[in-house]
Nanobody
Framework: QVQLVESGGGLVQAGDSLRLSCTAS????????MGWFRQGPGKEREFVAG????????YYADSVKGRFTISRDNAKNTVYLQMNSLKPEDTAVYYC????????????WGQGTQVTVSS
């Protein structure tokens, strides 16, 4: 229902930081709950972080809490994921997602951006 494009991935060393960006099309970005998911090698896609329409409420997977921060700039139709203290186990394709429909599931997905963390 909405086009999402991620950017900012790359190859970094353990302990480094990256900031991912996701830009959405349309004029209703501010209405969407936005989230980040990831899928590591040989693993299923998992939830990483989410943010409410206002950005006032955020929530994180236990594995990233305290290290990652999700934020949004509705004027720019962009959501960010600041990733600090990266670990090799953070290596994954990171996907931006949006809840655009009436349900609670994320129904719109970006193509993903690769994050590789070496030790």
């Amino acid at each position: 229902q909405v086009q999402l494009v991620e950017s900012g991935g790359g190859l970094v060393q353990a302990g480094d930081s990256l900031r991912l960006s996701c830009t959405a099309s349309g004029r209703t970005f501010s209405r969407y709950v936005m989230g980040w998911f990831r899928q590591g090698p040989g693993k299923e896609r998992e939830f990483v972080a989410g943010t409410s329409w206002s950005g006032a409420s955020t929530y994180y997977a236990d594995s990233v809490k305290g290290r990652f921060t999700i934020s949004r700039d509705n004027a720019k139709n962009t959501v960010y994921l600041q990733m600090n203290s990266l670990k090799p186990e953070d290596t994954a394709v990171y996907y931006c997602a949006a809840r655009t429909g009436p349900g609670q599931e994320y129904d719109s997905w970006g193509q993903g951006t690769q994050v590789t963390v070496s030790s």
